[in-house]
């Protein structure tokens, strides 16, 4: 058990009932997922909550998927979302299950409501249900068929099951109270006929139990002590409390609400991803564009870093839209120590170092982190021709600008200083080249390095270098709420990707992990296209939060 205070509501919660004895004193939550598509950020949260508490008292985690939807659902997805939560570093253990394994128990159950005269089966189409509802100001009506047997209930229960209706003939449901000032007690569904194969039960149901029918029941076998769940369900929690107490009242699992995540520039809804998906619009669930776990473990997102993201947001009942920015500090943070630096230029000028011996290669010692020694150092080859970031070269330049100009001296990293003599541009004016001579006194490391200029720039060997290509990230909308549409498409950046074609050092020609490309931003090898033969990297996030920059610089210029 922890000794730490409770970091939030549920975590309070949780405490107190174990201080009190309640369920003696055992925790055991659940993750849900409807394995309709992939998880995404908001999905994250729920799963380092269930799991987190869990394992902070000892308890247990079950892995439930909600498959009560055939057709929907697919085993593609149930093992993407086995393998995301893997990766964000939680183990259910042998507690893996699916709201199927336990159909026969449902049913059971069902029977037992009906024998109780609390069910019964409702013949109006779906149309009349819901006219019969009533709304939200007035209370609904009483079904013609409320007043059935209960041994015509259990016949045409039977013969639902046993598939000698359609879909929609009839459905199974709850007898509460018509007139229920929540809605969702006026005589809910319970199963309803779907004559579709299940992906686990094959072609074993004609019928189908509903989601809040199925979950409650299953939170009660399972031994589901705090059965953890988003805001929208707590209207859904009276209901969940009347199925265990007709049926289980001696297993009593604690439903608590709290507020879903919201990402800024990110879709959250596995059923607009999919339309993305579908539409082509990204290159499949796991695009790095994506919140969604997939797309950020491709993307280069770690883990910890997830993790510690979804720490910071906390669990409360406020709704909130979390900034994008809180996200990439959780993965600037953790990359700023873990990853090991390394030189690329990804959009490459020509330099010619005319006073350098043609032919002539030296190994320059490049740290690999500023800041930890552990980490070592490498040898980067330096020759007489290198490229150079296009943007660090200007040929009008500002005052202030310490990189590159005409005339002007800049040191590369780890090497010498070196000052722009000639610009050679194409026919259509372009800066194609520069000419540069460097100064052999200024050996980064030597004891007569110690002339100072103002800028440092960073460079690889032109003969050395390695090919790549990379991906470079922008968000995917432009609009920082996309879920608030119903038709993103409008909505989406036109930037979101740029490829570039790149020239990393060598040491980047085998790359297993995730890198600081200096003065870049954070990289990491695709995790589907990147070879040894064609490099492929993918743009983690910037070094600095640039659009709390150009926010900032708007506000000044207001
Ligand atoms: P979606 O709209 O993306 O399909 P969902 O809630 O229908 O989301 P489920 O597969 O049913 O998806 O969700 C599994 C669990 O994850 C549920 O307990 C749900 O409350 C939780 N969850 C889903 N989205 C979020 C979110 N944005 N923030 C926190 N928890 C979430
Ligand atoms: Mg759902």
Redesign the pocket.
């Known amino acids: 058990m922890s000794d730490n205070e409770p970091t939030d509501f549920i975590r309070q919660i949780i405490s107190d009932d174990i201080a009190a004895g309640k369920h003696n004193g055992r925790v055991v939550t659940r993750?849900?997922?409807?394995?309709?598509?992939f998880?995404?950020?908001?999905?994250?949260?729920?799963?380092c909550?269930?799991f987190g508490v869990a394992e902070e008292h000892s308890g247990q985690t079950f892995l439930r998927f909600?498959d009560t939807n055939p057709g929907r659902e697919s085993e593609e997805y149930v093992e993407a979302i086995k393998a995301d939560v893997r990766w964000l570093g939680f183990d259910w253990q042998d507690r893996l299950t699916h709201a199927s394994d336990y159909f026969d128990q449902l049913f059971a159950a069902a029977v037992k409501l009906i024998e109780m005269d609390k069910a019964y089966v409702d013949s109006l189409s779906a149309e009349e249900i819901r006219e019969y509802r009533g709304t939200l100001t007035e209370p609904g009506a009483n079904s013609p068929h409320r007043e059935r047997s209960i041994e015509e209930n259990l016949a045409l229960f039977r013969r639902m099951q046993e598939g000698e209706f359609e879909d929609g003939a009839h459905v199974l449901r709850a007898k509460i109270d018509m007139a229920s000032p929540n809605m969702n007690m006026r005589d809910p569904t319970l199963y309803r006929i779907r004559k579709t194969p299940h992906q686990n039960t094959g072609d074993k149901w004609n019928i189908y139990p509903m989601?809040d029918f199925a979950h409650g029941l299953s939170d009660a076998f399972e031994g589901i002590t705090h059965s953890?769940?988003?805001l929208?369900?707590e209207d859904h929690r009276p209901l969940y409390d009347w199925f265990l107490d007709q049926l289980v009242p001696q297993h009593r699992p604690q439903q608590i609400e709290?507020?879903?995540?919201?990402l800024a520039y990110a879709l959250?809804?596995?059923?607009?991803?999919n339309a993305l998906v579908d539409n082509g619009v990204v290159n499949g669930w796991d695009d790095p564009r994506l919140a969604t776990i997939a797309g950020m473990r491709r993307r280069g997102y770690p883990p910890e870093a997830l993790r510690d993201f979804i720490g910071r947001v906390g669990v409360t009942k406020k709704e909130n839209l979390i900034e994008m920015g809180v996200l990439e500090n959780s993965v600037r943070e953790f990359l700023g120590s873990e990853a090991p630096r390394r030189m690329a230029v990804i959009k490459p000028l020509k330099v010619t170092i005319t006073n350098y011996p043609q032919g002539q290669t030296e190994q320059m010692v490049a740290m690999n982190h500023p800041a930890n020694a552990e980490f070592g150092t490498r040898e980067m080859p330096f020759s007489r021709e290198i490229y150079v970031e296009q943007d660090d070269f200007m040929e009008d330049a500002p005052r202030k600008f310490f990189r590159l100009r005409p005339g002007g001296e800049v040191r590369l990293r780890f090497a010498y200083i070196i000052r722009c003599d000639d610009v050679i541009k194409d026919d259509a004016g372009n800066v194609v080249e520069l000419r540069c001579s460097y100064d052999p006194d200024t050996k980064s490391g030597t004891a007569s390095s110690d002339r100072k200029v103002k800028g440092t720039i960073h460079w690889v060997s032109a003969q050395h270098a390695v090919a790549a290509e990379v991906r470079l990230y922008d968000r995917l909308f432009s609009v920082p709420n996309p879920g608030s549409y119903d038709d993103v498409l409008p909505h989406l950046n036109p930037r979101s990707l740029e490829i570039a074609d790149a020239r990393l050092e060598p040491a980047l020609a085998v790359a297993d992990r995730s890198y600081q490309f200096e003065r870049l931003g954070y990289f990491s090898p695709d995790a589907v296209d990147y070879s040894a033969q064609k490099p492929v990297f993918n743009r983690i996030v910037t070094l600095r939060d640039s659009w709390a920059k150009l926010e900032k610089q708007a506000m000044a210029e207001m």
């Open positions: 993750f849900p997922p409807e394995p309709n598509g998880l995404h950020v908001g999905h994250a949260k729920s799963i909550l269930n909600d989601y953890l769940c988003t929208e369900f709290f507020s879903r995540l919201n959250t809804s596995k059923r607009k991803l």
